[in-house]
């Protein structure tokens, strides 16, 4: 029982901004990292960013210098924050938690989904 619930995404014009929000909950033992991807239309869901437990980051090329994720461990809460959106920024971003519910029971977990479009 792991539940992933997501907010922040919406519709914005090119060069504006936007916040998602991702909060995990449920019988939780650890959480290890967490991330953000999307799928854009008429593609397959890539990586946006991860952030491990220990805070190290990566970025997909195409969002470095725009966007920031960041996490907050007491609340099992991870952040994106894009600035400067762009329309290929357009899709369904997907957050991603890996977490033990045991240590001996490591898996992946997703949310819904909440669509961001950039219009030009």
């Known amino acids: 029982q792991v539940q992933l619930v997501e907010s922040g995404g919406g519709l914005v014009q090119a060069g504006g901004s936007l916040r998602l929000s991702c909060a995990a909950s449920?019988?939780?033992?650890?959480?290890?990292?967490m991330g953000w991807y999307r799928q854009a239309p008429g593609k397959q869901r890539a990586l946006v960013a991860t952030i491990t437990r220990g805070g190290g980051t990566n970025y997909a090329d195409s969002v470095k210098g725009r966007f920031t994720i960041s996490r907050d461990n007491y609340k099992n809460t991870v952040y994106l924050q894009m600035n400067s959106l762009e329309p290929e920024d357009t899709g369904v971003y997907y957050c991603n938690c890996n977490a033990d519910r045991r240590p001996w029971d490591t898996r992946d977990y997703w949310g819904q989904g909440t669509q961001v479009t950039v219009s030009s």
């Open positions: 449920g019988s939780i033992f650890t959480v290890n990292a």
